[in-house]
């Protein structure tokens, strides 16, 4: 398309479709001089007529621009005005191409037929030249200022959109952003309760906790990641579970293969998990466990975390922060065409279930 060349090229390429449009125009023209002077028994050399038509409309596509300058500086300044500069330019300019014209036919044709002298020229075809040359000149004004406010509603368009994917992204930042303090807070208040009483894995749980954030800041300046990429982070942080609840806590993890290059937002998964284990397992006295799923279904990813633990309350449950976050994250990234679902399990326990469009993973550069 046109408006994806180089600015040069862009231009040249607009002159080429003015002159493809201006030459058919012509040649339109001189065939309807043709049928009408052959109807009238005074049939025109094919040739005649055209040295007629094209330089005639030509010289139209040469004032195309002044027209176009003169649209410019009148657009939006009022009824008056516009009326002020166009009804006085539109006859200077059909007289100007007139004369212009009239020189050139008969520099190039000389006298013949009717047209004995160039005063014989002038007299004959004046006034409709001028009256044809007012009707030009607000056709093209008319046709100019539709392009432009085309062309303006479409940069106002694309403008709209820009902003609203720049609102949507800055929005999604600072959704995944407060995650991470609300994660870090919670990691750190077990830490604390175990320095006491096991030093040694108050440690451990640390230096987890320090590989899972190395992981984390590697990957911030990405909203979105292959699901692969997840589920090592949510490894990340599973670790650091398997330290606080050692032999209570068995994770099963489940993805089909096909599922791992789909893109989902960052952290998408995490504060699923947190929250099976802090509300569903960890008020659990026994051992429990954890089971993430993920697989495609047709044009969708299905993703599931489940675990055995105490399940929902009764009554209406209370939503916290992490599924609040999450179903806010997928509002403003997917807006309907995404669910996250939280029901109580078969069985006993808990399952937040996610619905998403699956995209894949752009190929590298």
């Known amino acids: 398309m046109i408006g994806e060349l180089p600015a040069p090229k862009r231009a040249a390429a607009a002159w080429l479709v003015a002159l493809g449009l201006w030459t058919l125009i012509a040649v339109s023209y001189a065939l309807t001089l043709e049928m009408s002077a052959a109807g009238e028994g005074a049939a025109i050399p094919w040739g005649r007529a055209l040295a007629w038509t094209l330089p005639s409309f030509y010289l139209w596509m040469a004032l195309t621009p002044v027209i176009a300058l003169l649209g410019r500086r009148t657009a939006g300044r009022g009824r008056l005005r516009f009326l002020a500069v166009h009804v006085p330019a539109s006859v200077l300019l ?3 191409h007139t004369a212009l014209f009239f020189v050139f036919f008969w520099w190039l044709m000389g006298p013949r037929g009717r047209f004995a002298s160039f005063s014989d020229l002038v007299r004959l075809n004046a006034a409709d030249e001028v009256h044809l040359g007012l009707l030009i000149y607000w056709t093209v004004l008319v046709v100019l200022r539709g392009i432009e406010s085309r062309r303006r509603l479409e940069a106002e368009r694309a403008r709209a959109a820009r902003m609203q994917a720049e609102l949507a992204e800055a929005r999604l930042q600072v959704l995944r952003t407060q995650l991470q303090p609300h994660f870090l807070f919670n990691t750190l208040n077990a830490i604390s ?8 894995l108050a440690r451990a749980m640390i230096a987890r906790l320090g590989d899972f954030l190395r992981l984390t ?4 300046g990405s909203e979105e990641l292959p699901l692969a990429c997840e589920l090592q ?8 579970q398997r330290l606080r609840f050692q032999d209570r806590l068995a994770v099963h993890v489940d993805v089909a293969q096909e599922a791992l290059a789909a893109v989902v937002p960052h952290l998408l998964l995490q504060p699923l998990v947190e929250n099976a284990l802090q509300h569903g397992l960890s008020p659990r006295t026994g051992a429990g466990n954890l089971t993430v799923s993920g697989r495609r279904q047709g044009a969708e990813l299905l993703l599931a975390v489940e675990d055995d ?3 929902l309350p009764a009554g209406e449950p209370r939503e916290g922060f ?5 179903r806010d ?3 403003a990234r997917f807006g309907g065409a995404a669910r996250l ?14 619905r998403l469009p699956y995209l894949d993973a752009p190929a590298p550069a």
């Open 94 to 96: 059909a007289a100007l």
């Open 193 to 200: 309760a175990l320095a006491l009483d096991d030093p040694h």
């Open 217 to 220: 800041l590697a990957q911030s």
């Open 233 to 240: 982070g949510l490894e990340c942080y599973l670790e650091i």
């Open 309 to 311: 633990g105490v399940g």
């Open 322 to 326: 992490g599924l609040a976050n999450t």
């Open 329 to 331: 994250r997928l509002r």
């Open 341 to 354: 679902a939280v029901e109580a399990r078969p069985g006993g326990g808990t399952r937040a279930s996610l």
